[in-house]
């Protein structure tokens, strides 16, 4: 007997019907994640580097229809959530007819000429409970899990909307993006893959302490990574310097000392966990890496000055370290270097150290939208890292960066199916992300939300929304009811 997933379960077995159940619709997906599917394109950009320095991996090129048609184009052959084969479209006919597990003619295909097939878009620093706008701090009151729950739900929905299919997610209380994770690997609702960190480890009043979870001595670290690690997390992020969104906290002093870095970073590998770190300033940043880190996030140098001042000998001990560095380069960072450039990440200087910049945002903080991620990387070729590698550092490097590594961010056999399809060529342009023509999560379809931005219903005649206040109000609202009820037919 085979086993059988999930999605079986919810399918009649052969011959069996089911007439009081509504039968399955495809919603608008072309790929439902369960069979086996042929998907041709112009071109396929693996993810990978190319021969030629400074150049990316590319299967198949096809110049025009005509050359499309004779099988130049790129293709990519999946079966359930898995990547079967990468190839020119002509090969991977060939190599359907060579497969003795499939019957070739009857294996669909989806052509998706003028396009790019390449892997799904990776967010390796995201906060799912807060949308990034600046109009959403409340508090919840007693319904706050469930809100940040939903928030993050939200959020996940959004990201995958924007061609994002894997996600960090470094920082969350009450481990909702844990809840998540499983959610959408459950099926119960569409996603990017989450890697969830729960609520980030902090000092006793240190950074970001009301959304995280605070530690002191040695012993209150391993319990707080076992606590994490009992609750499902996959990356354990601390806290090792302060940060700007905390009153009373400075981002350029450190959190923790080298020893309680090296009990925190290795409890967690101990568990099989990846790591992070929150590091602004130099101290902080060397202790985390001198620790073990396996990912900084920030890395901006910043000083007591208050200004970044980059060290390169540091820099050159995380690029021998190993460690991936977000340099949080954020679309409206170009805006806000115009008007003062103290705080101007080093993205290109650790990048000429060698050190491994991913793509990673901060969103859901103020101003950082889930949705801002093309213009994140656009961004962050503006800051003067090369197109190309912001094209790796936003898939095959941004899946290493986050503990993915052979899993997604590459178009080859054996690799998850995630990737996406785009109008164009994102080497001729970034811009071109955004014409998503076709995003797969899993190996199963998700059709694009329309993004409108997160709406604020304050229009009292609207019968959903966050209800009236005062006495005229309330008074207004128990007679719009009243009135409304009275045009309802009898029933
Ligand atoms: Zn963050």
Known sequence: ????????????????????ITPATTGGERLDGRGTVLLTADRVLTGRRGDAAGSLEVVGDAPDDDA???????????????ILFVGTAAEAETHLRERADLLADDVPRVDLPGTTLMPGLIETHDHLPTSGTALEYPDYGAHEVARLTLNATRAARELLSVGVTSVQSLGARHYVDVAVRDAIRNGDVRGPRVVPAGPQITTTGGHSFHAGAEVDSLDDIRHQVRLHHKMGVETVKVMSTGGFMTGGSAPWNAQFSQAELEALFGE????????????????????????GVDYVAHASFITAAGRSQFDPRLADEMAEAGVYVDATVTADMPRMLRRDDSFAPPARQLWEHGVKIVAGHDAGIPGVPHRAYVGGLEALEWVGIPRNEVILAATSRAAAGIGLAGVTGV????????????????REGLGVLRDLRMVVSMGREFVPDALIGVPVFDDPESSIGLGPIGPAATLAHWREHEARALRHPEV
């Open 1 to 20: 007997m085979t086993a059988q997933t999930p999605a079986d379960l919810t399918r009649p077995a052969p011959g069996e019907t089911t007439g009081w």
């Open 268 to 291: 967690a590998h101990r568990l099989g966990k990846w790591t992070a770190a929150h590091a602004h300033g130099v101290d902080g940043i060397a202790n985390a890496v001198r620790a």
């Open 411 to 426: 178009l080859a056999e054996g690799f998850d199916a995630d990737l996406i399809a785009v109008g164009g060529d994102p």
């Open 68 to 82: 499309r048609m004779a099988g130049a184009g790129g293709a990519v052959l999946l079966r359930r959530h898995r």
